[in-house]
């Protein structure tokens, strides 16, 4: 059976057009009622609708609302951006990361140049509605920056950070990361409830998850640079 996905993006201008742009995802797809292989309801749970308010609604709404926070203080003249930024809702990544790779194929065969010439970074937000202990940061490889910028502007907000080196991730990130362009992707760890009916929306700590948007608020300023 063939079906037809599609991305969902904004852009935010800024005075630079011609500068690489910031780019801000997070996949909006998941399992339907379990008919991938990928589903890991248990026997009695086959069938049932896959809510995936962790995976991967946390990532929608945290995009949403950091797109809401920065053009609100764009509209103001607080946010002085030295490139556009880019927020994208990715089909597919449950079926191979199928939204994001056909992006970064489509953008570089239409400029016909390196993607880093068109994207200065990609941040990602999959799975970041249930911080337990630590909010984890994949990507720090990709960077040379990435460290030290992370831990100086977590100052600000004091998240209990696990900074990984691994850039090869089983998220849209990797398209990115393939043609060259840094990345981060955020992360609040793996669960039982993983693909299956019970992850849903009341087990979302929504409170964390507004602290999770504050440092993706630091790392956009950073990539904004």
Same mark, same amino acid.
């Given at each position: 059976v063939q079906k037809t996905g599609q991305n969902v993006l904004a852009r935010l201008r800024s005075s630079s057009p011609k500068a690489p742009?910031?780019?801000?995802?997070?996949?909006?797809?998941?399992?339907?009622?379990g008919e991938s292989t990928s589903s890991l309801a248990r026997e009695e749970e086959k069938e049932q609708i896959h809510y995936g308010a962790d995976d991967n609604a946390s990532g929608v709404a945290a995009v949403l609302e950091i797109a809401r $926070?920065? =053009?609100? &203080?764009?509209?103001?003249?607080? &946010?002085?951006?030295?490139?556009?930024?880019?927020?994208? &809702?990715?089909?597919?990544?449950?079926?191979?990361?199928?939204?994001? !790779? $056909?992006?970064?194929?489509?953008? =570089?065969?239409? !400029?016909? #140049?390196? &993607?880093s010439q068109s994207i200065a970074v990609y941040l990602n937000l999959d799975m970041v509605g249930r911080l337990d202990q630590n909010l984890i940061l994949q990507?720090?490889?990709? #960077?040379?920056?990435?460290?030290?910028?992370?831990?100086?502007? !977590?100052?600000?907000?004091d998240l209990p950070l696990v900074l990984q080196e691994e850039s090869y991730l089983p998220t849209d990130a990797t398209p990115f990361y393939v043609a060259g362009v840094p990345i981060l992707s955020a992360f609040t760890g793996a669960h039982s409830d993983y693909h299956t009916p019970r992850d849903t929306p009341e087990k979302i700590n929504c409170r964390i998850n507004g602290k999770i948007k504050d440092v993706i608020n630091v790392f956009t300023v950073i990539g904004n640079v």
């Open positions: 742009a910031l780019v801000i995802g997070a996949h909006i797809d998941h399992l339907g009622q $926070y920065l =053009t609100e &203080l764009k509209q103001k003249g607080i &946010l002085t951006m030295q490139r556009d930024i880019l927020f994208v &809702l990715w089909s597919g990544e449950e079926l191979g990361t199928l939204g994001s !790779n $056909y992006f970064v194929q489509q953008l =570089t065969q239409t !400029n016909k #140049s390196p &993607l990507g720090i490889g990709s #960077s040379s920056i990435w460290r030290t910028e992370i831990e100086k502007q !977590n100052l600000r907000v």
